[in-house]
C-alpha cells in the first residue's frame, strides 16, 4: 500500500498557486514539494518583447535583487527596449529639426514680403 503524504501548507484546494510534487526525501518519506508559478518576463511598454537583460522573476522576488538587476544602464532602461529607445530618440530629434526647419521659413517668407 502507498504511504500518505499529507499538506505541508493549509490550502487544500488543487489551484495554479497551490501545485505540488511527491518527492522522496532521503529518509525514504514521500513528502509534497510545493511548486512556484512560473515566472513571466517583464515586456517593453511599446513593442511587447521581453526584455533582454532583466530576469525574468515572480513580483515579490523582484524586492531581493538589487537595482542593478532590474534594470539595464540607458535611458528607460527596464522599461522600453533599445529599438524602442533609438526610436524615440530619432522621432524626437526629427520634431525639433522640423520646428527650426518650420521657423526658418517663415523668417524668410517674412523677409521675402519686405
Given amino acids: 500500500m502507498a504511504q500518505r503524504v499529507t499538506l ?6 488543487n489551484s495554479t498557486s497551490n501545485r505540488r510534487r511527491v518527492v ?3 529518509g525514504g518519506k514521500l513528502v509534497y514539494h510545493h511548486i512556484r508559478k512560473p515566472a513571466a518576463a517583464p515586456k517593453c511598454g511599446d513593442c511587447g518583447i ?3 537583460g532583466v530576469p525574468a522573476l515572480r513580483p515579490r ?3 531581493r535583487i538589487s537595482k542593478r538587476q532590474k534594470t539595464v ?7 522600453r527596449c533599445g529599438d524602442c529607445v ?6 524626437a530629434f526629427l520634431v ?4 527650426i526647419v518650420k521657423k ?6 517674412k523677409s521675402a514680403r519686405k
Avoid: H, M, W
Avoid at 505541508?8 to 484546494?13: A, S
Fill in 8 to 13: 505541508r501548507k493549509r490550502n487544500p484546494y
Fill in 24 to 26: 522522496k526525501t532521503p
Fill in 50 to 52: 521581453a526584455l533582454p
Fill in 61 to 63: 522576488l523582484y524586492a
Fill in 73 to 79: 544602464q540607458r535611458a528607460y532602461g527596464g522599461s
Fill in 86 to 91: 533609438k526610436s524615440r530618440i530619432l522621432r
Fill in 96 to 99: 525639433e529639426e522640423a520646428k
Fill in 104 to 109: 526658418v521659413i517663415k523668417s524668410q517668407q
